[in-house]
């Protein structure tokens, strides 16, 4: 859960992150920003914040913001119905990324967040730069995590179930609550 | 038909364009830069220049430099097999663009090409400045035109079968010739 001001403070913060990189965006996308904490209440470490460009019955666009060092938990997009999953390139823009993936365990750079550390069990880094993509298959498992000075990101893919994704940490909800205050 | 130096040339200004607004793109990405005639000899008038980020089974991401006043001439995504047609969103990121569909005549800002003015049938202009998107519904006929600062755009769409798309201009071929010199 976070508080309608800290809800507010960073879609403020990653308008202005998205805005300081020459991505236009408009008042109202301002506001629709979504600010993700996992239901964890530790947003700063553990959260997101995600821009939804497009989101039709057959594809979506989200631009997403990390402050720097926070991270989204590890996760999968599961089989829905017919859809084999969501399938995901992600494309740095600025900043550097973390991201990890199932393999031999490189983990360099990254940190793992603490109080969470049995639910990141994937240790394959790759260390993105802007311009640098990756493509994330249905059903694959990934974390990943800023560097110093956060980082700013498309996540472009088949339509976005974002209610069935899985967390590796089954204490997560994807919907954030939102407290008056 | 275009010469190698001439999309050569058109590739770099399109990749300089691109880094000019803060896209970071490779070496390789540069040189992966479609530059499309339209098979009719006059690429600054009629012609596009299109970064093909993904292209997937299921979804298609492309970053289109229009240089200024450069037309995408009018066309259409038909039904493919069971696809009902590309479904595709436009995202202007920087420049102007001039966008035509279906419906009241409202062109005041385009310039028709002369040479093939019997093809620019839509005259209902949209003037979208960077931000600003639209979306494109299968089938739905469209053209567009940068203005003269010229164009970067965002197409984010289902998956792109550029072979099968419709031209109003039947002397249109949507694979671009490539001659030595």
Redesign the interface.
């Known amino acids: 859960m976070i508080t309608r001001k800290e809800q507010r403070e960073a879609q403020r913060r990653a308008a202005a992150e998205f805005r300081r990189?020459?991505?236009?965006?408009?008042e109202r996308?301002c506001e629709n920003i979504e600010v993700v904490d996992f239901g964890l209440g530790r947003l700063e470490i553990e959260g997101v914040q995600i821009l939804t460009?497009?989101h039709?019955g057959?594809?979506s666009?989200k631009l997403l913001c990390l402050f720097p060092d926070q991270t989204e938990p590890e996760h999968w997009h599961p089989p829905v119905g017919d859809d084999p999953g969501k399938?995901e390139?992600v494309?740095l823009?600025?900043g550097t990324l973390r991201f990890y993936v199932e393999g031999e365990d490189t983990l360099s750079l990254g940190a793992i967040p603490a109080v969470s550390a049995a639910y990141y069990r994937l240790r394959h880094e790759i260390v993105m730069?802007?311009?640098d993509?990756l493509?994330c298959k249905p059903g694959q498992k990934h974390w990943f995590q800023a560097g110093r000075s956060g980082a700013i990101l498309f996540s472009?893919?088949?339509v976005a179930r974002d209610e069935t994704d899985c967390f590796a940490n089954p204490g997560i909800t994807r919907a954030t609550k939102i407290a008056d205050g």
């Open positions: 990189i020459g991505f236009a965006i408009s996308e460009l497009v039709t057959r594809i666009v399938e390139t494309r823009l600025d730069k802007p311009g993509q493509l472009f893919s088949s």
